[in-house]
């Protein structure tokens, strides 16, 4: 077997945690009081039943009731469409490394920017998010499918619809506002801003970051310890990482300690759902980076994920089109052609069927300009040499991610309903 790679060093560094911001996001994370009908949290797509993503491919947001694959529409409220991404994890995001977010890392830190990111929303931006991180609780709470709803049936949908998110009376100050009315979080936001401060959403979200910061840390796997002190992985397993950072040069995209570079690859990846077109648009593609950047090059690019906790976390890949590890990793041997043998039973969606679920997969220009995009080189591998290579994936799932956490709290300081 062809030697393995230089290895990466077990060196991530994440913040002390402060126990009093960290337990104020706890709270925050689990309450539906973030969203426009009081029914969804950010929990509810990020569980740590589910991983901390949600179980599905592709999700729902407002208008469900429930979690996971017992997620049920509420028939008084129907879903528009289902949620056009995979929920990702949120395991490690606190390691200074994270600086890109979503699939197409649309939010990043950019230190030439007087905000410190760089966001889609450009100067239609609070000030005070203290990371990308924090940032990032701006986008779900605005977006009328995961938690806003629809804009007749409450104030924040309504602010949303008009284009009005910033400054007093926005989509922001509605929602902090909310919160500040609940005497237990006023009275915790006492001591993290101070009693004369108004909650304002930065806040909330700089709080919600600690937690997942701390909450989510998940960098002691086998895989961690052997880089730490050489405990020797099981042979299996062992036989895996040599072929990772050896023969099927996966670390050549999915380096570093979490196994990602931090970029965008096209790996012709197949794509289910709503897809990601504008208003005026209709179709169901997702051309990922391009997007962001408009440039031609980024079609089909999406962010290399951290190959962390996997078997919590799937179903995998951007639109959760394969619901094993042993589909997606067998997807990168051969991409072109797994795009286009691409079976639909491997998805896992609620009912009911929407018109689009499949609706790319027998588009063939958009199949042919996914497959046109892609940069995997194919690579053969013996079925022993696949499973060996699951299993050293297996080997990253960090066991003691339950222990000493927060856990799912019993209650939430609105009152509301928690998912548990
Ligand atoms: C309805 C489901 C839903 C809800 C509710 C939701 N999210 Fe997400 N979240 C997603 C999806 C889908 C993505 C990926 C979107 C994309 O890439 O375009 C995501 C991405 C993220 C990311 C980026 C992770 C990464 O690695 O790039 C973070 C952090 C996050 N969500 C935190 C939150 C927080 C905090 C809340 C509550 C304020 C929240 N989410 C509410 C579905 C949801
Ligand atoms: C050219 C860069 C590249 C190489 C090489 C590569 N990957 Fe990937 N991998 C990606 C990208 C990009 C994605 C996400 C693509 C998407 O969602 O559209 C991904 C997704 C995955 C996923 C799904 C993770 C999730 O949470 O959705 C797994 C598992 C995975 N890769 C394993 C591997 C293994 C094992 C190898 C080596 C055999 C490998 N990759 C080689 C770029 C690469």
């Known amino acids: 077997m062809a030697a393995a790679g230089p290895l990466p060093s077990a060196d991530a560094v994440f913040p002390e945690p402060d126990m009093t911001r960290v337990e104020l996001g706890w709270q925050l994370f689990y309450d539906p009081i973030l969203s426009g009908n009081r029914t969804v949290s950010c929990a ?11 179980g599905l491919s592709l999700g729902i947001g407002d208008g469900g009731i429930g979690l996971g694959i017992d997620r049920k529409i509420d028939p008084e409220n129907p879903p528009e469409q289902r949620i056009p991404r995979n929920a990702p994890a949120l395991f490690n995001l606190g390691a200074s490394e994270f600086t890109r977010l979503f699939h197409d890392g649309r939010l990043e830190t950019d230190v030439t920017r007087a905000s410190g990111f760089r966001t889609p929303l450009g100067t239609e931006m609070e000030a005070g998010f203290d990371s990308a991180l924090a940032a990032q609780a701006m986008f779900p709470v605005l977006s009328g499918d995961e938690m806003a709803g629809h804009y007749s049936e409450n104030d924040v949908a309504q602010v949303v619809r008009q284009g009005f998110l910033t400054g007093p009376g926005g989509a922001w100050d509605i929602l902090a506002k909310r919160v500040e009315a609940i005497p237990a979080y006023r009275t915790s936001f006492d001591t993290v801003i101070g009693a004369d401060t108004p909650v304002r959403f930065h806040d909330i979200a700089n709080v919600m970051a600690d937690f997942i910061r701390f909450e989510w840390r998940a960098d002691n796997s086998p895989f961690d310890t052997y ?33 990602t570079d931090h970029g965008f690859h096209a790996i012709a990846m197949p794509q289910i759902g709503p897809g990601k077109a504008a208003r005026f648009e209709s179709h169901n593609r997702d051309v990922g980076r391009m997007r962001v950047t408009g440039a031609a090059e980024d079609a089909y690019r999406f962010r290399t994920p951290s190959l962390r ?22 997807h990168h041997l051969d991409p072109v052609a797994s795009l286009h043998a691409y079976d639909p039973t491997m998805a896992l969606l609620l009912p009911p069927d929407y018109d689009n679920d499949f609706a790319l997969q027998n588009t063939p220009e958009d199949l042919a300009a996914i497959a046109h995009a892609n940069e995997l080189t194919p690579i053969s ?36 309903l928690v998912d548990q």
């Open 309 to 330: 906790n996997l078997p919590e976390t799937g179903p995998y890949g951007h639109a959760g089109a394969y619901a094993t590890i042993e589909a997606v990793v067998r």
């Open 227 to 259: 880089l730490r002190d050489a405990t020797p992985l099981p042979a299996s397993a062992a036989k895996g990482m040599e072929l990772f950072y050896g023969k099927a040069q996966c670390d050549s995209c999915h380096s570093g300690q979490f196994q």
């Open 44 to 54: 509810t797509c990020h569980h740590p039943r589910l991983g901390t993503g949600d």
């Open 381 to 416: 591998l013996s079925d022993a040499e696949v499973s060996d290579i699951v299993a050293f994936l297996r080997a990253l799932q960090d066991p003691g991610v339950a222990e000493n956490r927060l856990g799912v709290p019993a209650t939430v300081h609105s009152g509301l």
